[in-house]
């Protein structure tokens, strides 16, 4: 059995999962707009993978589930400090290998209209720390592109890859034979758990949850919030 553990990065969560005697890491933490102290959050990544036994030795692969900065922000020195690979989808490695700030931003539409008159007043300062973040962030390419049905047991995590569109082009889910859903930005529970408050293409993110409400889910594991059960969502 695969151990998934939450690391909480304020306000934006890796998952590291451990597979027998090695380790595969789901996303990799970075800063967010509305963050009151620029961080990319590093540091504290690395001291909870230190504290949780995981080394350049058996970190057998790094996982994104979409190309945001605040998911994909240490992916390339992840990769360089533990002699990794890193693994996406193909949809969003425009966001990761030439990334601009038109693109970055296309994923701040809201569906409600509290949160798109939030944006528009913060917007001059969102777009600022956007700005700041792409000149930061360390470009890459990934090593393995993960296609919907990918399957991960070959790095010994039984479970496949769900390709989601609709946060991002590139979104995927990561689904355990347990019923375990690594959800990304498809879904958030900073409040009640929901399909994502802000998406670049929102008809598209409704077909992605459909689709996943046919499948067997138990938990869902979302890239910010505390993990919740499926059915609080269908």
């Given at each position: 059995?695969?151990?998934?553990?939450?690391?909480?990065?304020?306000?934006v969560?890796?998952?590291l999962?451990?597979?027998?005697?090695?380790?595969?890491?789901?996303?990799?933490?970075?800063?967010?707009?509305m963050?009151?102290?620029?961080?990319?959050?590093?540091?504290?990544l690395?001291?909870?993978?230190?504290?949780?036994g995981?080394?350049?030795n058996?970190?057998?692969?790094?996982?994104?589930?979409?190309?945001d900065?605040?998911?994909?922000?240490?992916?390339?020195?992840l990769r360089?400090?533990?002699?990794?690979?890193?693994?996406?989808?193909?949809g969003?490695?425009?966001?990761?290998?030439?990334?601009?700030?038109e693109?970055?931003m296309?994923?701040?539409?809201?569906?409600?209209?509290?949160?798109?008159?939030?944006?528009?007043?913060?917007?001059?300062?969102?777009?600022k720390?956007t700005?700041?973040?792409?000149?930061?962030?360390e470009r890459?390419?990934p090593?393995?592109?993960?296609?919907?049905?990918f399957?991960?047991?070959?790095y010994?995590?039984?479970?496949?890859?769900?390709?989601?569109?609709?946060?991002?082009?590139?979104?995927?889910?990561?689904?355990?034979?347990?019923?375990?859903?690594?959800?990304?930005?498809?879904?958030?529970?900073?409040g009640?758990?929901?399909?994502?408050?802000?998406?670049?293409?929102?008809?598209?993110l409704?077909?992605?949850?459909?689709?996943?409400r046919n499948?067997?889910?138990?938990?869902?594991y979302?890239?910010?919030?505390?993990?919740?059960?499926?059915?609080?969502?269908?």
């Amino acid at each position: 059995m695969s151990e998934i553990s939450r690391i909480d990065l304020n306000g934006v969560n890796s998952y590291l999962v451990k597979c027998m005697n090695n380790f595969i890491l789901f996303d990799t933490g970075g800063h967010t707009a509305m963050d009151q102290q620029f961080t990319n959050r590093r540091e504290l990544l690395l001291k909870e993978l230190e504290a949780a036994g995981c080394t350049k030795n058996n970190l057998s692969l790094i996982v994104l589930t979409h190309g945001d900065n605040d998911h994909s922000c240490n992916a390339a020195y992840l990769r360089e400090h533990f002699k990794t690979k890193i693994a996406m989808n193909d949809g969003d490695r425009e966001l990761v290998e030439n990334p601009t700030l038109e693109k970055w931003m296309e994923s701040y539409q809201y569906d409600s209209l509290e949160l798109q008159q939030m944006f528009l007043q913060y917007k001059d300062f969102i777009t600022k720390v956007t700005c700041r973040m792409l000149d930061e962030f360390e470009r890459f390419s990934p090593d393995v592109l993960l296609e919907d049905g990918f399957d991960l047991s070959p790095y010994g995590f039984d479970a496949e890859v769900i390709h989601v569109p609709g946060h991002t082009k590139g979104s995927i889910a990561i689904l355990t034979k347990s019923g375990d859903l690594i959800a990304g930005d498809t879904f958030a529970s900073t409040g009640k758990p929901s399909p994502s408050p802000n998406a670049g293409d929102f008809p598209q993110l409704a077909d992605s949850i459909n689709r996943l409400r046919n499948l067997t889910i138990e938990t869902v594991y979302p890239g910010h919030g505390s993990p919740f059960s499926f059915t609080e969502i269908i």
